[in-house]
């Protein structure tokens, strides 16, 4: 069974960014519509990383790649 790497609950830009491979402005323009969820920790952005993954279950799911399959 393959090992599950456990990711943080509050991550670094960087690392949510890599990790559901959107870049750090769509981040930044997410956090700023309130769409997810992040703090401060004096100079440094931590991302709420349930509030990502919540953002990825709720978008609409593709059904056909346009004819393409």
Do not use: C, D, W
Request: without cysteine; proline residues 6%; aromatic residues 8%.
């Amino acid at each position: 069974m393959p090992q599950q790497t456990i990711f943080p609950e509050y991550a670094p830009m960087q690392a949510i960014a890599t990790r559901f491979g959107i870049s750090r402005a769509t981040l930044y323009r997410l956090i700023g519509k309130g769409t997810i969820k992040a703090v401060k920790v004096g100079r440094a952005t931590r991302v709420v990383t349930a509030s990502v993954e919540e953002y990825f279950a709720n978008l609409p799911q593709l059904h056909s790649l346009g004819g393409r399959e």
